[in-house]
């Protein structure tokens, strides 16, 4: 297998954007000067087609070789997951999926690296995020991102009797620029995803989980009728006992992660941060949400 083609292969089939391409085949190039690299990088891939799969080892080895080569680590990691990526499909198909599936989970891999890309500066990967997503364990269904999960929190209500580890599924909202985070589009996904796990309800009712910033109910105050973030705090029954305040979100929506507390420095570039900017300059907070759904046959 010719290494070089095969990551550059990844890099056009999951449209990484032009100005973290050639950063990230430089690195490459230098990597596979290699041959233990590239002996290692290899074996990874046989492993991984073979379901012999260890995010960990392949992590440790892709870090061992780019202090070796002089790489940074994020990029070394990116390039040996991404190089495991295109095999993904079978741990997909195992399990009763297809291509687009797949392909919509490698995508992550695009919205992951933006991410670490605006946290340091380096396109790559950093965390074990991904490492789900390689074992068809976090699942792609269109906008939004799934995997099985725990309650953890108590919630009590006409539809939800929840304890801690109740078992749920779990929605995660990825950063993905190719399709608005609309009503229709998260309704599709839901859809999806409710035949998809169904089974592993004991009554067939799918009961999904989500906890994030986009939950805060101060939403429906700050942000006019019509806004998605809005109607997406609709779609959830809120348990506000798990309510957590903190700045910790505001690199999602700012792009800052050294934010010092002066709201009066924030960009105001989008109708969402303009929103944001003036609630916190009034004094608000910022806070995540626990909030629970059905799922829709």
């Not at 396109?123 to 074992?135: D, H, M, P």
């Not at 229709?184 to 035949?195: G, H």
Request: aromatic letters at 14%; hydrophobic letters at 35%; charged letters at 30%.
């Amino acid at each position: 297998m010719n290494l070089r083609e095969h990551f550059i292969g990844f890099l056009n089939d999951f449209k990484i954007d032009d100005k973290h391409t050639s950063p990230l085949i430089d690195a490459a190039d230098a990597l596979f000067k290699s041959k233990s690299a590239c002996l290692s990088l290899e074996r990874e891939i046989e492993a991984y087609r073979s379901f012999d799969y260890d995010f960990g080892r392949t992590v440790s080895l892709a870090e061992c070789h780019a202090e070796e080569m002089g790489v940074h680590p994020y990029r070394a990691r990116y390039i040996f997951l991404t190089s495991l990526a295109p095999f993904a499909l079978p741990y997909f198909e195992r399990v009763g999926l297809g291509r687009e599936e797949w392909y919509d989970s490698m995508m992550d891999f695009k919205w992951n690296g933006e991410l670490c890309y605006s946290k340091s500066g380096i396109f790559g990967n950093y965390s074990e995020w991904s490492k789900r997503f390689l074992s068809a364990d976090r699942i792609a269904f269109g906008r939004l991102q799934y995997n099985e999960f725990e309650a953890r929190v108590t919630y009590k209500s006409e539809k939800f009797d929840l304890k801690p580890d109740s078992f749920v599924i779990t929605v995660h909202i990825p950063s993905d620029t190719r399709s608005p985070f609309s009503p229709e589009n998260r309704l599709r996904s839901y859809k999806r995803a409710t035949a998809f796990y169904k089974n592993r309800f004991e009554d067939g009712q799918v009961i999904f989980r989500c906890g994030s910033w986009l939950l805060n109910p101060i939403h429906k105050t700050i942000l006019p009728e019509g806004s998605n973030i809005r109607s997406f705090v609709d779609e959830y029954e809120l348990c506000m006992d798990s309510l957590v305040e903190s700045f910790d979100d505001i690199a999602r929506i700012f792009g800052i992660w050294n934010y010092d507390g002066d709201a009066s420095s924030l960009p105001e570039d989008s109708s969402l941060r303009r929103a944001y900017k003036k609630h916190l300059l009034s004094g608000g907070k910022m806070g995540s949400v626990t909030g629970f759904r059905l799922g829709d046959n």
